[in-house]
């Protein structure tokens, strides 16, 4: 399998696929264009991008793309599939709490001043953004912005390895957790799929075998920063408008698609243990996943288990402990 790695979205973007290598090279350089293109539509941290200017136009119709009409009107979805656990207008509070330029600058140069003074204002629910699917307009409402981040690259994952597949027997896009798979490899009936330990990445987890399909994890151990005496982290809980506290560090989630499997990761990582399980069985899509506590304890649910571990042991929603690599 050829692969080809590049930095985009602010992480590391792994392309690799099977297949004929003097097809293969014309798919990846058609793959890495799609994804450049995207980050410069989707990225909140350029004042040129799609994004910024649909930001800008607050209170008044803004006519999208069709990509970005499609990855808003998926965040909208899913905004009511996970009862508002998911939200893209949460971005001035990730502003707030500091996260107001790229990941890679915040780390070079710091956050920025941490101001107790500057409270959580009111804003309008995502609910009340108004989409036309006929013209292709936006109108977001007074004081609204989005960050679309996450859903945002899971989209762009996935196309990306779409394109890949029109060229190979099977391929993969892997960008920095939010990882779409088409096809099988040579001689094996699953991908395997290691899970890192969140709070050793040196170390694995533990093993996955799954399907063609989507594989996605949020963790809140991986984009942190400290503002003032304070520790921040990019998952925001919309009710709290802080980051989130939860009893889980890291949620995996494999699903049809990646923007979903990106949002439910999202979700199920604020909601913890007492909301997940309603979460999931309430939202109409199927998945599976996996949950990691600071005891390094795993969640889930039978068919988690089933799925991804290949044992169909009998333990419910209880934690199961498994060893660390």
């Keep these: 399998m050829e692969t080809v790695q590049l930095r985009a979205m602010n992480t590391d973007v792994l392309l690799a696929a099977e297949g004929q290598s003097d097809q293969l ?10 994804i450049q293109e995207g980050e410069s539509r989707f990225t909140r941290f350029s004042e040129q991008s799609e994004l910024s200017e649909l930001n800008r136009s607050a209170g008044e119709r803004f006519h999208a793309s069709p990509d970005l ?6 965040a909208r979805r899913f905004f009511h599939l996970t009862r508002g656990l998911f939200d893209p207008s949460i971005l001035p509070d990730l502003k707030r709490v500091g996260y107001d330029r790229s990941m890679d600058l915040l780390r070079q140069q710091g956050p920025a001043p941490l101001f107790e003074s500057l409270l959580a204002g009111e804003r309008p629910s995502l609910s009340e953004m108004d989409l036309d699917e006929a013209d292709h307009t936006i109108l977001l409402p007074h004081g609204m912005a989005l960050d679309l981040g996450g859903i945002a690259k899971g989209w762009i994952a996935e196309q990306a390895a779409n394109i890949l597949s029109s060229v190979s027997t099977a391929s993969v ?9 088409v096809g099988l490899p040579s001689g094996l009936e699953q991908w395997p799929v290691e899970l890192e330990d969140p709070l050793q990445p040196e170390n694995i987890l533990i093993s996955l075998k799954v399907n063609p399909g989507a594989v996605a994890t949020s963790t809140v151990t991986k984009r942190v920063w400290k503002q003032a005496d304070k520790d921040r982290h990019h998952i925001i809980d919309p009710r709290t408008h802080a980051p989130a506290i ?3 560090i890291s949620v995996t989630v494999v699903a049809p698609h990646a923007y979903e499997a990106e949002v439910f990761a999202k979700a199920l990582l604020i909601a913890g243990p007492q909301e997940a399980q309603g979460i999931a069985h309430n939202s109409g899509i199927q998945f599976s996943y996996l949950a990691v506590d600071q005891a390094k304890k795993i969640w889930g649910n039978q068919e988690s288990l089933e799925n991804l571990l290949g044992t169909s042991q009998n333990f419910g929603f209880k934690p199961l402990l498994l060893p660390v690599a």
């Design 25 to 34: 090279q014309p798919g990846f350089e058609q793959a890495r264009q799609f």
């Design 69 to 74: 009409f499609s990855v808003v009107s998926l």
């Design 173 to 181: 896009v892997d960008a920095g957790g939010d990882m779409f798979l």
């Design 246 to 248: 939860s009893d889980w």
